[in-house]
């Protein structure tokens, strides 16, 4: 993760699209001045950013069952559920399910785990709008590259 | 069974939080019920799963957006039941349904 930068997902592990399935890896920083303030004396990752962790692991899944022909943008997070302490140095995996691919928006099911405890899970809805330049594409293109996104998933039909 | 009217009506008043009694064949649901676009997102999601189809509400937006459609046609609720129908009887006459 890369805090600074609201980079939360590392990879890839597993993109699934004919079961339209994701499973992502997103390591929680050892140190932060996030958790200097949450808490002081009790660092844990804030619910917000688990839940954008989430959001983001089902935004590549949507990025690849519609072959980057549109960008996902958050719209709707229902049924957050923040169920347990997600301390510095965790390693997350998210996974995240397409529930439905509407005409502009599509909805998700994402778990996020500390091993095998759920320590998260939301149901997220996005709109889905064109890239709104060549220069937005580019940049999602680069960070699919380096989180690893199989993009022989997408090509090779 | 249920009128499509009455299966969207129940999942406006559901989702959107409006008496049931309010929501009628005639109403708006823009202009009379104020349903925002992102509401909408949550109405389309469910009607989409209840009757089984895929609203084409990006081609509907855009018809009204090039003046060949009125938003009286996707919007009142009787006309949007009617749109439903249209859409589930397709869907069943489709090869392989």
Known sequence: MDLDYFKLIDRIVDLNLDEKKITVEAQVPAAHTIFEGHFPGFPIMPGVLLTEAMAQSSGWLILGVMKFERMPFLAIVKEAKMRGFVPPGTLLTIEAKLEHEGSGFAVTKAKGRAGKDLKCSAEITFGLAPFPDASMRGYMDAMAAKIGFPLQAITND | ?97
Request: aromatic content about 8%; overall charge negative; charged content about 25%.
């Open chain 2, 1 to 97: 069974m249920s009128s499509t009217f009455d299966q969207i009506a129940n999942i406006i008043a559901e989702t959107c939080d409006i008496p049931r009694d309010t929501i009628k064949p005639e109403s708006h649901a823009i202009d009379d019920l104020g349903i925002d676009s992102l509401d909408f997102l949550d109405i389309a999601f469910a009607i989409d799963k209840a009757f089984g189809i895929k609203m084409p509400l990006e081609k509907w937006t855009q018809e009204v957006n090039d003046g060949k459609a009125t938003t009286e046609q996707y919007f009142v609720l009787q006309n949007l039941a009617d749109r439903i129908d249209e859409l589930v009887a397709a869907k069943n006459a489709a090869p392989g349904a």
